[in-house]
């Protein structure tokens, strides 16, 4: 469910700043400089941006391109419409030396005729960042690089990204071809909500296809013993730059920062630290509501039950200073009457949620159950009852 802030983070996080002494025992420093074209940070479980710069920007995605494509793999998996043993025929467009857009960019090194695995292509993307066994899982997934790149650009605008196009299933550049570093981070969100096995992937620190050639994963973080970084990817040509979506975990929160346009290999890296570090540093993720969990019990008019459990189907997570998760409250607003029949996930009121006062979201307020319409004699019950109610209150 999509939040709708009252107050938005940074309000809240100048409005701590201003009172650091008497409300929070350190202050919320500003947001670090990054030597990046464009870069943002947000909280994977709230949606929540903490930090951003350019972020809107259009940018080439190089190799984070590889995100979408993997978005795409997963979902066929997930589906059952591709298996991890079938085997894969490389074509001549996915043979590694016989293809001349190929020259001299990442490869698995597939060879033409050879057949591979889909869990050994899908590690080839992920882990190696193979240009070619992008193209070998396009064709087995959609039958041609066109047809998954349309699939690519059908998913991009099912999750929401507004800001990017995709014109290749690798990431070479193309004309046409863009994306934004707000788009990157919330691509790898939905990597992580909606496919956890897929995602589980990106944090093999290497990957070998064939013996003479073993290929370590290009994000250093993963090896960064200061950070628990279990993905995302590396992106790099001419016209991008440097590109890196990083996502890590502390407790209960999980944050994913997206820096594109860096200066050098190391760089990306360094700079996104820098943003992983500060959000851990000074913000955390509260849980306030869990889900299926009853909040409020309501009446129902005409049902075959009296009374209707409230709440969220889905947790709701909310963003807030470092130390400060069990400080949140909740404002229920119930609808005045609610009838019968009612399907569960039914909006019937709203959820404020508070810190020091000041509403830091909002949410609805749903029915946890179904609940039919009683039958003839309850509706006359309940419609004399309902009359004598509305009169009296």
Known sequence: MKKKFK???AMLTLAFCSFAQADMPFPIPNIPQLDAESYILIDAKSGE???????LQQRDPASLTKMMTSYVVGQALQSGNIKNDDMVVVSKDAWATGNPALKGSSLMFLEVGKTVSVA???KGIIVQ????????????????QGAFVNLM???????????SHF????GLDAPGQYTTAKDMAFLGRALIRDLPDEYAIYKEKEFTYTLAKPQRNRNGLLWDTTLNVDGIKTGHTNAAGYNLVASAVDGNTRLISAVLGGRTYKGREEESKKLLVWGFRFFETANPVKSETPLVMAPIWFGAENNLQLGSV?????TVPKGRAADVKIKYSVDNYIYAPIAKGAKVGSMQFLLDDKVISEQPLVALQNIEKTGFFGTILDWIGLQFHKLFS
Request: charged share 20%; hydrophobic share 45%.
């Open 129 to 144: 960042s193979g240009n070619d066994a992008c193209i070998a899982m396009a064709e087995h997934i959609a039958g041609s």
């Open 167 to 170: 014109e290749t299933v690798h």
């Open 120 to 122: 050994d292509l899908n």
């Open 7 to 9: 107050l938005s983070l």
């Open 314 to 318: 889905d947790a709701i997570y909310v």
């Open 49 to 55: 941006i903490l930090a951003e710069y350019n972020a």
């Open 153 to 163: 650009n059908d998913y991009a605008k099912k999750i929401g990204l507004e800001h």
